[in-house]
């Protein structure tokens, strides 16, 4: 018999499916190289900053601060590029250290203090938010030859579609997300750690190590989806990405990893996150719905993956009490 941990996965992408045929035999053009390449540009930021997430959840851990560091990193760059001579690559590296150095330190204090991830990050959600107020409480917009170029930086596709560069790091980090979670050691301890920290110990992990990676990783993750999020919009403005950490928690669980950590695949996530992208399309496309139909749509989805999940827990259980 399969393994019932991929059935999530199999649901994920069957909804993907069937919902793109829905939207296909109302609007034939929703088949067109051209929707496709906005879907992935349209949802690049998300994208990148869940795949940060689906580690974190695969450990058992969540992130609630991702969507400030977002929003902070828009400010820094466009704060920065205003403000001084610097060459936009040399904000990118220095925004990334940054958010890579502050989702360790989190790491850091959920493992040493042994403090709940839920109000560490929480706390480091305020703090990022916090600090983009204080470069600015204004929409800041960029002005930057490079940052113009990087902008208009797209390959045609048949059909004369445009798949920019944006859309074009999304799907690298979920290339690069994937060899991190299922084809390294460091993969590896994320998983048992998700099955619980006695597991972890069993297996000869690093709990300390592997936790502060975790969140380094998740940190590195968002300010990458802060410098996209960026180019995509033109501007930094500290008011940006309210809610999208909730918004990349669904996409996850949509993408059939568990809450509870310890199963799932960072490629069921690129399902999620094309779905939720696929929705949004087809209100837009109808142009009768209003936008909160998204958040409804998203919220039956959720519903959904966490009642199988619930389903799928319990079957695990049985399993295990009948050998």
């Not at 929703?30 to 949802?43: E, F, H, I, K, P």
């Given at each position: 018999m399969k393994n019932p941990r991929l059935y999530p996965l199999y649901a994920t992408i069957a909804i993907?499916?069937?919902?793109?045929?829905?939207?296909?035999?109302?609007?034939?053009?929703?088949?067109?190289?051209?929707?496709?390449?906005?879907?992935?540009?349209?949802?690049?930021?998300?994208?990148?900053?869940?795949v940060g997430m689906t580690v974190v959840i695969l450990s058992g851990g969540?992130?609630?601060?991702?969507?400030?560091?977002?929003?902070?990193?828009?400010?820094?760059?466009?704060?920065?590029l205003r403000d001084t001579g610097l060459h936009p690559l040399v904000v990118f590296v220095l925004l990334l250290v940054i958010t890579t150095v502050f989702g360790a330190a989190m790491g850091w204090l959920i493992h040493t203090l042994g403090m709940p991830a839920f109000i560490v990050t929480l706390a480091g959600m305020f703090l990022a938010r916090g600090v983009a107020y204080m470069m600015t409480i204004d929409s800041v917009p960029i002005n930057n030859d490079f940052f113009a170029m990087l902008q208009k930086t797209y390959w045609v596709l048949p059909g004369k579609g445009r798949?920019?560069?944006?859309?074009?790091?999304?799907?690298?980090?979920?290339?690069?997300?994937?060899?991190?979670?299922?084809?390294?050691?460091?993969?590896?301890?994320?998983?048992?750690?998700?099955?619980?920290e006695q597991t972890a110990r069993l297996m000869?992990?690093?709990?300390?190590?592997?936790?502060?990676?975790?969140?380094?990783?998740?940190?590195?993750?968002?300010?990458?989806?802060?410098?996209?999020?960026?180019?995509?919009?033109?501007?930094?403005?500290?008011?940006?990405?309210?809610?999208?950490?909730?918004?990349a928690i669904a996409t996850v669980v949509i993408g059939g990893t568990l809450l509870t950590?310890?199963?799932?695949?960072?490629?069921?996530?690129?399902?999620?996150?094309?779905?939720?992208?696929?929705?949004?399309?087809?209100?837009v496309f109808d142009g009768t719905l209003s936008s909160w139909w998204t958040k409804i749509a998203i919220g039956v989805l959720l519903l959904l993956f966490i009642v199988l999940q619930k389903g799928l827990l319990r079957l695990t259980?049985?399993?295990?009490t009948a050998h």
């Amino acid at each position: 018999m399969k393994n019932p941990r991929l059935y999530p996965l199999y649901a994920t992408i069957a909804i993907f499916i069937v919902a793109y045929a829905i939207c296909y035999i109302q609007f034939p053009f929703m088949l067109s190289t051209r929707v496709a390449g906005n879907l992935l540009t349209d949802n690049a930021y998300l994208g990148i900053v869940a795949v940060g997430m689906t580690v974190v959840i695969l450990s058992g851990g969540i992130d609630l601060s991702v969507g400030s560091v977002i929003a902070f990193a828009g400010v820094f760059i466009s704060v920065l590029l205003r403000d001084t001579g610097l060459h936009p690559l040399v904000v990118f590296v220095l925004l990334l250290v940054i958010t890579t150095v502050f989702g360790a330190a989190m790491g850091w204090l959920i493992h040493t203090l042994g403090m709940p991830a839920f109000i560490v990050t929480l706390a480091g959600m305020f703090l990022a938010r916090g600090v983009a107020y204080m470069m600015t409480i204004d929409s800041v917009p960029i002005n930057n030859d490079f940052f113009a170029m990087l902008q208009k930086t797209y390959w045609v596709l048949p059909g004369k579609g445009r798949l920019t560069l944006i859309g074009v790091v999304m799907l690298l980090c979920f290339v690069a997300g994937h060899f991190v979670a299922h084809k390294t050691r460091f993969g590896t301890n994320v998983f048992a750690l998700g099955g619980g920290e006695q597991t972890a110990r069993l297996m000869g992990s690093r709990i300390g190590r592997t936790t502060v990676s975790i969140y380094a990783f998740s940190g590195l993750m968002a300010g990458l989806s802060g410098i996209v999020f960026a180019i995509y919009t033109g501007s930094g403005y500290p008011l940006a990405t309210v809610g999208t950490e909730l918004t990349a928690i669904a996409t996850v669980v949509i993408g059939g990893t568990l809450l509870t950590g310890g199963a799932g695949y960072v490629f069921g996530t690129l399902f999620g996150v094309l779905t939720m992208g696929l929705i949004q399309t087809y209100i837009v496309f109808d142009g009768t719905l209003s936008s909160w139909w998204t958040k409804i749509a998203i919220g039956v989805l959720l519903l959904l993956f966490i009642v199988l999940q619930k389903g799928l827990l319990r079957l695990t259980m049985d399993r295990a009490t009948a050998h």
